[in-house]
């Protein structure tokens, strides 16, 4: 079982589709890169198609805990506050959000995809932009899946922990990411290919590299390259 989807097999699911928006969305998730929350998040404006490049803007939002007696931050598993040792039965929470912008390149050929569809009118207005899908994120999901199943793709094998799970959005993220690496594994890349995917950390990054497979190839075949080993003959 495969570990992750092919470049052919993102174009098997293109065909697969019915409508140039679902051909867009799974072409987006994977030449981008992005996550489905910022494929979702994509407006008209974010569109330079004179730079060739789109903007994307990744939201996270994160709950933090502090205790009501004295204000300590509180860890999610936390029974016991740290600070002035009572109970956390009444943490207090308050969510932060995190808006992070970055700007990343488009090929040609999706830039003209993107044209089409705006030109037919597909695109969404909400409050002052006009997004390019008018899509729940569970909608989106529905079609990656459909899409997947129509291209005759199967099952995908969790390389970290084995576990077996079907083609989703992200997969076509990761899809992305190892194609990159394979390409091109030097730390150079690798960085180009943090900030395109917009990780905070590089070892996150790094992680599509050991799924590819190829650190651990290049590491196997440095043992045999330093001397010929031979077998000890009688
Ligand atoms: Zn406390």
């Known amino acids: 079982m495969k570990a992750y989807v092919e470049p052919e097999e993102v174009t098997l699911m293109e065909k697969a589709t019915s409508y140039l928006r679902d051909r867009l969305l799974i072409r987006l998730l994977f030449r981008l890169g992005c996550r489905i929350s910022e494929a979702l998040g994509i407006s008209v404006g974010d569109i330079d198609f004179n730079q060739a490049t789109v903007t ?6 994160r709950l933090k805990l502090y205790c009501s007696q004295c204000g300590t931050r509180l860890s999610r598993t936390a029974k016991f506050c740290p600070g002035c040792g009572g109970g956390v039965e009444k943490a207090v929470a308050e969510e932060k959000e995190h808006r992070r912008r970055r700007t990343v390149p488009i090929d040609r050929d999706t830039l003209e995809m993107l044209r089409e569809y705006i030109d037919r009118g597909g695109t969404v ?7 390019i899908f008018g899509l729940s994120r569970g909608r989106a999901w529905q ?10 793709l199967g ?20 899809a992305f990411a190892v194609h990159a690496v394979k390409l091109d594994d030097s730390g150079d890349s690798l960085r180009l290919l943090q900030e395109h ?16 497979g190829e650190e651990q190839k290049e590491w196997y075949e440095k043992l045999w390259k330093t001397k010929e080993v031979k077998p000890d003959g009688p």
């Open 197 to 212: 995917l917009g990780h905070q950390s590089i070892t996150t990054t790094m992680r599509y590299r050991k799924i590819s």
């Open 155 to 174: 099952q995908l094998v969790n390389p970290e922990t084995g576990e077996v799970r079907g083609i989703s959005p992200h997969r076509l993220r990761d």
């Open 125 to 131: 207005g909400a409050n002052d932009k006009r997004l």
């Open 56 to 61: 994307i803007e990744h939201l996270k939002t």
């Open 143 to 152: 079609i990656v899946r459909e899409c997947a199943g129509r291209a005759g």
